[in-house]
Every structure is written in structure tokens, then in C-alpha cells.
């Protein structure tokens, strides 16, 4: 990537924002010329049929929108189009379908061709901006987390991982009419949100006795932690792993508990566990309305001819949960095949990466100071209650889901991206060992590689998905 002398403009320490945004459009630039250059028709023929022009020229705009519209795409592009029909359908992110939609229609008001030409342009154009954004948030987020560090080690920290994020192994399912890029920015911009209330809580003046003395900083506080849960339960309508994140609530929430029963019921404690509920709640709203509007299309107000669903019946009458494991085969060890052994294969850095990087977090915290697990005051604390959705995410991944999908959902955790920056970095040597260093290097390397090949694959409709 580009790294000009310290005296640029250009240079990480002087503008990183700026810096940030070059590299990206250069990696942009580099995944497109992959895409449009691979030549070739695609592997499977649905995307080209979803434009009526098999035949088109892979450098019309037509062709460049069919090399993008691949995979789960052309799922996302037709609901946006006609809605949820299919049983199957709900698999694919309720929220982000209703924004392909809506964006679908404002670029059809402004000349697109209506239908999939406008969706797919609006999809394009939205994963784009949504990955620029995420780099940004992810930054600042970075800088926030690690204030206690010295300015430049911080910043040069929150420079390099949001470089990563640029190079995800995602690759171009960040540039494609899919969810990572959207899931990325709201999960980052939910974290950054969630990490300032902790931030306040830390810092908030000692209340001596008068509720008002306190309210207008509490106040803020608790909105932050409120907004922080609204934007996970968003990011949960975009991609199911987004509820995930109510660990990082319920965590906070068992705190609070046992410090009420430690202190007493003060009022800041039980005010602070309320909003905490809330803001679990919302997470909660955002995965439980997408199976809501399923239920009453499929089993209240379908045709009273038709048999009833099966899963209408359980306890729980999740359509995602039925249909992922009906339709996609996702179960506990299902995937366990040798068949599907090259795909754990593929899958085997990211995992590494996320689960290697969470015990790395964890355990050390907990072998230099366990008080600190539970500290807000630190960037140790706060990094132990954010890799938790990263953690569960991991193991889920590797004992129920289709494996390969690590490589992208990866994308929206910070994480791992801190771990990486911190081992890789000639700044943080002294903190890390020269084998994981290596090991951390070979890591990146990786994931450049993977996302560079990915592309190719993507374009022609070839696997991994």
C-alpha cells in the first residue's frame, strides 16, 4: 500500500484519515481491474440472466453489474426487487434487502433502469461507501479505545488496523451488493458509540448525594449506551451474527448486578442496569422482527388450504433457524465432512486469527491483573468486553456454520484487527514474542493473497462463498 515520506501530506502521521482514504481507493482500484479483467463467462449463468443480456460485453456496464451479482447477491437483488416470496428467502438480512430496495427506487428516480440495474448499482455504490466509512470508524474507534497509550502509538496502532480492514480477506464481497460493508459500519459505529458511555462512566464525577448534580452527564451516558444498542440491533436486521453483540451487554448487566448486591440499590446502579436492558432489548427487536413479519406471512395469514409450515409449530417458530438448517444444512458439526475439508482449510487463518487473538486478549488480561477484565478506566477492560461477540463468533463458526463464511463475517470485529496491528507492528515488538510476530505477518500476507484470488473467483461465480 501507499506509505509516503514523513513529509507528505500524505503521511499516516500528519493526515491518516486521508492517508486511509488513497489506500482504499487504490485497493479498490486494484479488486475492480481483477474483477472486469477476469475473463471468461461465469461458472453459473444466474447473474447474467438476472440482467436479460447473457451475452453482454464484460466491459459494459451491464457486464461489470453481472461480475458483481454473484452468490448470495442475487438473492439480496431480487428480494429488494419482488420481497420475500420463497420460504428460503428469509435467510438473506431483512434490513438490508429493505435498503437495497428503497436505494433501488431513488436510483431508478434519478435515471437507472428500474429493477435489478438500479438495485445492483445502488448495492455497489452502498458497499463502497459503507467500507469507507467503516475504515474511518474503525480508526477512530481504535484511537478512542487506545487514548491511555501514548498520541502516536495510538494513532499508529488505529492506522494500521483500519489498513487491515481495507485488505480484508472479505475482499470483494465488501464491494459487491452484499452485507459485510453495512454490517461493518454500523457494528464499528455501535462499538465506537458503546465505548464513549464506558469512557464517561469512568470519568463521571462522584455523586455526592444530589441526584441533579450528576443527571446531565448520566444522562448523556445513558443515550450513548441506549443509541449503541440501537445500532447493534440494526446491524442484527443486516446480518444475524449482529446479535451476537448483546454479550457485550449482558456482561455489563451481570456487573451491575453484582454490584448492586455488593453497594446496595443507588440509583445510578439500577438507572445504568435499566438502560443496559434497554439497549440488550433493541438487539434483541433487530433479530426478532424479521422472524415476526415471517411468522404472520407464513403461518397466520397464509392460505388456510396450505399445510402449515413445520416450523410454525416449535416452541420457538424462528424461520431463520429452520431455514438455515433445512435449506443450508447449519447444525452443530453437520459441516464436519472430509468433503468440506478444503474449506476449513481456507478458513483456517481467519479462525486462528479470531480465536487466537481473543485468548490472547482474555488471557493475558487475566494473568496481569484479573481486576482489569471488569475495568472500564483501561483499554484492557474495554477490549475484553468487545472480543466477546468475536469469540462467540468464532466457535459458532467452527462448530455449526458453512466455515468459509469466516473470511467475511470476520470483517465487522475489531478485535482481531488490534491483534494483529499490535503483533505485526515494529513499535509493539517488545510486547510481543518474534514467533508470533512471524506468525502475525504470515497472517496478513494471507489475507492479502486470499482477498486478491477471492476476486477472481467471485467475478467468474467460482467457490468459496
Known amino acids: 500500500m501507499l506509505i509516503p515520506s514523513r513529509g507528505s501530506w500524505l503521511h499516516p502521521n500528519n493526515h491518516p484519515r486521508v492517508s486511509l482514504a488513497v489506500n482504499f481507493v487504490l485497493w479498490k ?107 474511518l470508524v474503525l480508526y477512530n474507534l481504535s484511537v478512542l479505545v487506545f487514548k491511555e497509550k501514548s498520541n502516536i502509538s495510538s494513532r499508529r496502532l488505529a492506522y494500521v488496523s483500519a489498513l487491515l480492514h481495507i485488505l480484508s480477506p472479505a475482499g470483494s464481497f465488501l464491494s459487491a451488493p452484499y452485507t459485510e460493508s453495512l454490517f461493518s459500519f454500523l457494528h464499528f459505529s455501535a462499538l465506537y458509540v458503546y465505548t464513549l458511555s464506558l469512557k464517561i462512566h469512568a470519568h463521571d464525577p462522584p455523586n455526592h448525594g444530589v441526584i441533579f448534580s450528576t443527571f446531565p452527564v448520566a444522562a448523556y451516558r445513558d443515550m450513548l449506551l441506549l443509541l449503541a444498542g440501537a445500532l447493534m440491533g440494526a446491524a442484527t436486521t443486516i446480518r444475524s451474527n449482529g446479535v451476537l453483540s448483546g454479550t457485550i451487554f449482558l456482561f455489563d448487566a451481570l ?14 446502579l439500577i438507572r445504568r442496569l435499566i438502560f443496559l436492558v434497554l439497549g440488550g432489548t433493541c438487539i434483541a427487536i433487530g433479530f426478532a422482527v424479521p422472524q415476526y413479519l415471517a411468522y404472520m406471512d407464513f403461518c397466520v395469514q397464509s392460505n388456510p388450504e396450505n399445510e402449515l409450515r413445520p416450523w410454525c409449530t416449535l416452541t420457538i417458530p424462528s424461520v431463520y433457524s429452520w431455514v438455515q438448517s433445512y435449506y443450508w444444512g447449519v447444525g452443530f458439526l453437520r459441516y464436519w465432512t472430509i468433503s468440506n475439508l478444503p474449506l476449513f482449510l481456507i478458513a483456517f487463518p481467519s479462525l486462528w486469527s479470531l480465536l487466537h487473538s481473543s485468548l490472547w486478549v482474555l488471557l493475558g488480561v487475566g494473568e496481569q491483573d484479573p481486576r482489569k477484565l471488569t475495568n472500564t478506566r483501561s483499554s484492557e477492560g474495554l477490549v475484553c468486553r468487545l472480543v466477546l461477540p468475536q469469540l462467540v463468533l468464532a466457535i459458532s463458526t467452527l462448530a455449526s456454520f458453512h466455515v468459509q463464511v469466516i473470511t467475511r463475517l470476520a470483517s465487522g470485529y475489531p478485535v482481531w484487527y488490534w491483534w494483529l496491528a499490535t503483533t505485526c507492528s515494529s513499535e509493539f515488538k517488545e510486547q510481543v514474542s518474534k514467533q508470533t510476530s512471524t506468525v502475525s505477518s504470515k497472517l496478513v500476507r494471507w489475507d492479502v493473497m486470499y482477498a486478491i484470488i477471492q476476486a477472481a473467483l467471485f467475478a467468474t461465480f467460482l467457490p468459496p462463498a
Open 29 to 135: 482500484l486494484l479488486l475492480f481491474a481483477i474483477t472486469i479483467l477476469t475473463p471468461g463467462p461465469s461458472y453459473d449463468t444466474s447473474s447474467s440472466l438476472q440482467f436479460d443480456g447473457s451475452g453482454a460485453n464484460r466491459f459494459s456496464i451491464e457486464g461489470i453489474l453481472t461480475k458483481y451479482v454473484s452468490w448470495d447477491a442475487i438473492y439480496f437483488t431480487q428480494i429488494a426487487r419482488d420481497g420475500y416470496r420463497l420460504e428460503q428467502e428469509w435467510a438473506f438480512g431483512w434490513g438490508f434487502t429493505r435498503v437495497l430496495s428503497f436505494l433501488g427506487r431513488l436510483m431508478a428516480d434519478i435515471g437507472l433502469t428500474p429493477g435489478i440495474f438500479a438495485i445492483a448499482s445502488a448495492g455497489i455504490l452502498l458497499s463502497h461507501i459503507c467500507h469507507l466509512l467503516s475504515v
Open 255 to 268: 456487573l451491575e448486578l453484582k454490584a448492586l448486591l455488593y453497594k446496595g440499590g443507588r440509583l445510578e
